[in-house]
T-cell receptor, first 113, second 112 residues
Framework: EDKVVQSPLSLVVHEGDTVTLNCSYEVTNFRSLLWYKQEKKAPTFLFML????IEKKSGRLSSILDKKELFSILNITATQTGDSAIYLC?????????????FGKGTKLSVIP | NAGVTQTPKFQVLKTGQSMTLQCAQD?????MSWYRQDPGMGLRLIHY???????DQGEVPNGYNVSRSTTEDFPLRLLSAAPSQTSVYFC???????????FGPGTRLTVT
C-alpha cells in the first residue's frame, strides 16, 4: 500500500524562527513529490520535485528531495504569521496512476508573534 | 479564467437525503478528481476521471457516484447521505501531462 508520512503533525514557532517540515514516502513507481499550502480554503501549490538533490526555492521557502532515502523536506526561514497553515505533501505515481496524488496527513504550522 | 469552481459552498443534509456537488473547470484539463478532507486525515481520493466518459474509483469511493459527460464538469453524487460523509469536499483538475493539480474552493457538507 502506498504511504506518505509527514512529521511533525503540528508545530508552534515564533516569528523569525526557521522551520523544517518532513515528508517520507513508501510508494511503487514514484514520479514526483508535491508540496501544497492550505490556509482556510483550497490547497495552493508550492513546489513539485522530481529529481534528487535539486533544491527548489521561492522566497523564504525551499524544498529538496532525496530519492535514495525516500524523503523530502520543506524549509521556511524567517517565519511570519502569514505562514501559519497546513502544509501538505503528496506523491504522484508513474504508470496507470500517473494523475493521482497520495497525500500525507499534513503538518499544521502555527507562527505566533 | 475562473479555474476550478464548486457549488454549493456549504450544505446541510439529513440522513438518507441525496444531493449533487458540482465541479467545473475552464482550463480544458483532462484529469479531474474529488477528495474529501477530514480532521487529521489529509486529503483522500474519492473518484477521478482521465477524460470525458472515463471514471474510476479512488481510495474511499463507497457512498459516492460520479459521471463525466463533458471535459468541463465532474459532479459528485451522494445517493443516500450518512453522518460519516460529513466532511469538506474538494474538486481538483490537472492537464493530461500531469503536473500540479488545481483545487476548487471546497464544499463543507454536514449530514445530521
Amino acid at each position: 500500500e502506498d504511504k506518505v508520512v509527514q512529521s511533525p503533525l503540528s508545530l508552534v514557532v515564533h516569528e523569525g524562527d526557521t522551520v523544517t517540515l518532513n515528508c517520507s514516502y513508501e510508494v511503487t513507481n514514484f514520479r514526483s513529490l508535491l508540496w501544497y499550502k492550505q490556509e482556510k480554503k483550497a490547497p495552493t501549490f508550492l513546489f513539485m520535485l522530481t529529481s534528487s538533490g535539486i533544491e527548489k526555492k521561492s522566497g523564504r521557502l525551499s524544498s529538496i528531495l532525496d530519492k535514495k532515502e525516500l524523503f523530502s523536506i520543506l524549509n521556511i526561514t524567517a517565519t511570519q504569521t502569514g505562514d501559519s497553515a497546513i502544509y501538505l505533501c503528496a506523491v504522484k505515481l508513474s504508470g496507470a496512476g500517473s494523475y493521482q496524488l497520495t497525500f500525507g496527513k499534513g503538518t499544521k504550522l502555527s507562527v505566533i508573534p | 479564467n475562473a479555474g476550478v469552481t464548486q457549488t454549493p459552498k456549504f450544505q446541510v443534509l439529513k440522513t438518507g437525503q441525496s444531493m449533487t456537488l458540482q465541479c467545473a473547470q475552464d482550463m480544458n484539463h483532462e484529469y479531474m478528481s474529488w477528495y474529501r478532507q477530514d480532521p487529521g486525515m489529509g486529503l483522500r481520493l474519492i473518484h477521478y476521471s482521465v477524460g470525458a466518459g472515463i471514471t474510476d474509483q479512488g481510495e474511499v469511493p463507497n457512498g459516492y457516484n460520479v459521471s463525466r459527460s463533458t471535459t468541463e464538469d465532474f459532479p459528485l453524487r451522494l445517493l443516500s447521505a450518512a453522518p460519516s460523509q460529513t466532511s469538506v469536499y474538494f474538486c481538483a483538475s490537472s492537464p493530461v501531462g500531469g503536473g500540479e493539480q488545481y483545487f476548487g474552493p471546497g464544499t463543507r457538507l454536514t449530514v445530521t
